[in-house]
């Protein structure tokens, strides 16, 4: 399963893909006019918009079958050099789980068979450990993009909010499960293994670029919280400027995922930066310095269906017990005042572990 420009090759990651294959398409095809999926391939994806067009009172999806022809000219296009665009306002409709606005794929391993369901094991991955993982599309599995950060949302009222002035630009995601939750299993909370982040403060010239892992635990679970690790800069906790150790609005990095067995592996690269890997087992509570965590579940992820995300998850919204941050609802209004996300991808790719 390819996801990406095929337009653009980004060499660093030669380095990590040995058999990273380069498409190529006639300057026809690349027409400004292209919708996304002329460019890129959205076989195995929808994609959560910040808006409801159609007045249902929910956010808007657009589902596999869809997104093939589906374009929106302000939220959801191609640049004039055909990367995929994700733009997100501070102020728009969310998902029910979260108070923050996304224009953001989810992974549907299904493609458009829709006789199996979104949740159903068949279109999510798992960890070797899972008991029943051979139920599931596939065992593990790779997440990997080139991309730049272009904006990021630069007013609210708590600028020390951890999350304040910060994008979410890929994710891993676990099954919300009732029934596994009643069951008492351990499992099911919904919650994120991986959450990876970009944060620029208004009056820095640099950025940063981290990971948090979120500890698998019932929401109402005090310990339940992200465990963050620096990549570029600084982790979410700390605020001091990065300078010339952070990623500049604009400048391109590359992330890999890639799940194999139970371990996760992280890889960071950027031209004039030291490369960054990481690894985590998530099916136990050993951290990624390898120190037991005490206060996680002491399975991790083990027992999870899970999915990769990625684009524009805007973690500054309006909500005044979230942060407070600036944005009317008005689109034009909050794009002349910065009160949004965007991030620009080059390329983006996902598939099984062979």
Same mark, same amino acid.
């Given at each position: 399963m390819l996801l990406r420009n095929k337009t653009h090759h980004h060499s660093v990651l030669k380095t990590i893909v040995a058999t990273f294959v380069t498409f190529s398409m006639t300057s026809s095809a690349l027409a400004n006019d292209a =919708?996304?999926? !002329?460019?890129? *391939?959205? $076989?195995?994806?929808? =994609?959560?918009l910040p808006m409801d067009a159609n007045n249902d009172g929910n956010v808007d999806e657009v589902p596999v079958a869809e997104l093939q022809s589906y374009v929106h000219p302000d939220y959801f296009h191609l640049d004039d050099d055909s990367n995929l665009v994700f733009v997100t306002p501070n102020s728009a409709f969310t998902t029910p789980n979260s108070s923050n606005s996304r224009t953001e794929l989810r992974q549907?391993?299904?493609g458009e068979n829709d006789s199996i369901g979104t949740k159903d094991p068949a279109n999510n991955f798992s960890l070797a450990s899972h008991p029943e993982a051979e139920s599931f599309a596939q065992i593990g599995g790779y997440l990997e993009a080139t991309l730049r950060v272009e904006h990021v949302a630069e007013r609210t009222e708590n600028p020390e909010r951890q999350s304040a002035y910060s994008v979410v630009v890929g994710? &891993?995601? @676990?099954?919300? *499960? !009732?029934? @596994? =939750?009643? /069951?008492? /299993? $351990? #499992?099911g909370h919904g919650n994120e293994p991986l959450k990876?982040?970009?944060k620029k403060l208004p009056n820095q010239a640099t950025g940063s670029v981290f990971w948090n892992y979120e500890r698998n635990l019932a929401k109402e679970d005090a310990d339940r919280t992200d465990i963050s690790h620096a990549v570029w800069g600084n982790d979410w906790s700390n605020n001091t400027n990065p300078n010339e150790e952070g990623i500049a609005l604009g400048e391109s990095f590359s992330y890999r995922v890639e799940i194999k067995g139970d &371990?996760?592996?992280?890889? #960071?690269? /950027? *031209? $004039?930066h030291p490369t960054r890997t990481f690894e985590q087992n998530l099916a136990d509570n050993v951290n990624s310095n390898g120190n037991a965590d005490t206060k996680d579940n002491p399975e991790g992820y083990a027992g999870e269906g899970m999915y990769f995300k990625a684009g524009s998850y805007n973690q500054c919204n309006t909500r005044p017990d979230s942060g407070a941050c @600036? $944005?009317?609802g008005n689109w034009e209004t909050d794009l002349a005042n910065g009160d949004y996300t965007k991030v620009v991808f080059s390329t983006l790719e996902s598939g099984s572990i062979q």
């Open positions: =919708i996304p999926a !002329e460019v890129f *391939d959205l $076989g195995n994806w929808k =994609i959560t549907m391993l299904r994710q &891993i995601h @676990a099954l919300k *499960d !009732e029934d @596994a =939750i009643q /069951s008492g /299993s $351990g #499992f990876i982040y970009y &371990i996760m592996h992280l890889t #960071f690269l /950027s *031209d $004039g @600036a $944005g009317t």
